[in-house]
């Protein structure tokens, strides 16, 4: 992101939460010379917290010093996971709060489902501490415009948000090709993510919580529901208390990619239509199948996924397609080709312009993603990660769009200068959140 692009989106950020930044009001965050150890504090330690965190210790002086989780048997495995991978164990808290507390942490992991990140993500800042949270950025659009002003104010903070394609050295040699202009005049960018794995969820009812679970803190913000396991866990992501679906689970992924090679933010109107077509007796609540097609300055977006299904675009079950007048360039994370188009030359079919075969990668990108994190804390270089607040919110808030056009059942339109839906209460009742069981949603 250019610094001109990261500092309109943080300016109109605190313009819009009417925030003033005052310097004897930031609370430091703590800096350590590049030969102390970075200790880190997990919170959420199932999924992908635990290979956020896995991601980190690959880097030398770096310690997980603690752990917090709502489930004791998550933080009973961990513990002893550390102790053998590592021979010391961390501290574990059910409270997360108690460990933000602690002067021995100075930057934590958030790993939680996706209503939690906003809270936790003001709660680490105001403790001072730095910040690896999960994508999406937030469950909402309100949280992520509010994260993204947080994070102007507490502007010494190194936060990286894990949209980890961004570190990945094969989307950035795509992107450099989509900018130089070879394709020609870009009009459609395709994001697609075919799920062919997931199967039907089947119903199970409503039971007590399990032991050592504590269950109120995993609802935390969320509308209080009877414990049932299909709500539980990695299953969290298809309700709509909790998550946003697919559209935002792998959309963030694909999304910021096209966008950024696009150099663009916010859409002028957002239409999308889909359902549960594959399952429709299961128990799950957002969209099996979606498309969602999204109109920029000169150019739309169109957003798909399905479940069940493989057969993606371009024989890819993920990815993105630059389709341009001179060629068409698709890039995964396997690895990216350009598909020239033909055109006739003396009766003999010839390409616009070279084709390029498919250039592959064997490296983990997740472990360029966490690195840029800890070099950034050991340099004190905020603005100097791969995926910011600025960044991570662009792509949260875009396919959080997408589900605000699918819930409406209409076309939306974007109003960027107001940061809202123009003359759509409904589409502006579904960008805010409402919090419960007496959580308070953050202020700056």
């Known amino acids: 992101m250019s610094t001109t692009r990261r500092k309109f989106l943080r300016d109109s950020a605190l313009s819009a939460a009417g925030a003033f930044i005052a310097p004897a009001y930031l609370r430091q965050a703590i800096t350590r010379p590049p030969s102390d150890q970075i200790r880190l504090g997990l919170i959420g330690a199932k999924g992908m917290g635990w290979a956020n965190l896995r991601s980190s210790l690959r880097q030398p002086n ?3 010093a603690a752990i917090a989780d709502i489930d004791q048997s998550i933080l009973t495995q961990r513990s002893e996971e550390c102790q053998k991978q590592h021979a010391y164990t961390p501290k574990t808290y059910g409270d997360y709060r108690k460990m933000l507390s602690s002067e021995e942490i100075d930057a934590v992991i958030i790993g939680t489902p996706d209503h939690w990140h906003c809270k936790m993500y003001a709660d680490a800042l105001e403790a001072g501490k730095h910040i690896y949270v999960e994508k999406p950025m937030a469950n909402s659009i309100e949280e992520c415009e509010l994260m993204r002003g947080l994070s ?3 502007a010494d903070r190194v936060i990286q948000v894990g949209q980890w394609q961004r570190s990945g050295p094969h989307y950035q040699k795509a992107i450099d090709m989509v900018r130089s202009g070879v394709l020609g005049n870009i009009r459609l960018v395709k994001c697609w ?3 062919g794995w997931m199967g039907e969820l089947k119903h199970q009812p409503d039971g007590p919580v399990p032991d050592g679970v504590d269950y109120d803190m995993w609802l935390g913000p969320a509308p209080k529901r009877p ?9 969290f992501r298809w309700y709509w208390d909790y998550a946003g679906g697919l559209m935002t689970d792998w ?21 999308a239509s889909g359902g549960k077509f594959a399952y429709p007796d299961d128990p799950t609540e957002t969209p099996d199948t979606l498309q969602a097609v999204f109109e920029y300055d000169g150019f739309n977006m169109l957003w798909e996924h399905a479940v069940g299904i493989d057969g993606g675009n371009y024989d890819r079950r993920e990815g993105i397609a630059f389709i341009g007048n001179q060629g068409t360039l698709v890039v995964d994370r396997q690895g990216w080709d350009l598909i020239p188009e033909t055109t006739w030359n003396d009766g003999v079919r010839v390409n616009k ?7 592959t990668h064997n490296q983990d990108y997740l472990n360029f993603h966490t690195q840029n994190w800890i070099d950034c804390m050991r340099a004190a270089t905020p603005d100097a990660v791969n995926c910011g607040p600025d960044t991570g919110s662009v792509a949260a808030i875009n396919a959080h769009m997408g589900n605000v056009a699918f819930k409406t059942g209409r076309k939306v339109y974007w109003d960027q200068s107001k940061g809202e839906f123009t003359d759509d209460r409904e589409a502006n009742e ?9 959580w308070k949603l953050p202020k700056i």
């Open 353 to 359: 312009i070279p084709d390029i075969p498919l250039q």
């Open 430 to 438: 579904l960008r805010s959140v409402k919090y419960h069981n007496g």
């Open 193 to 195: 993510s075919y799920q």
């Open 62 to 64: 770096v310690r997980l």
């Open 251 to 271: 959309g963030v992924h694909e999304i910021d990619i096209a966008l950024y090679a696009m150099d663009a933010v916010a859409p002028l109107s957002v239409l």
């Open 152 to 154: 102007a104010k507490y």
């Open 227 to 235: 414990f049932n396991p299909n709500r539980f866990h990695f299953n």
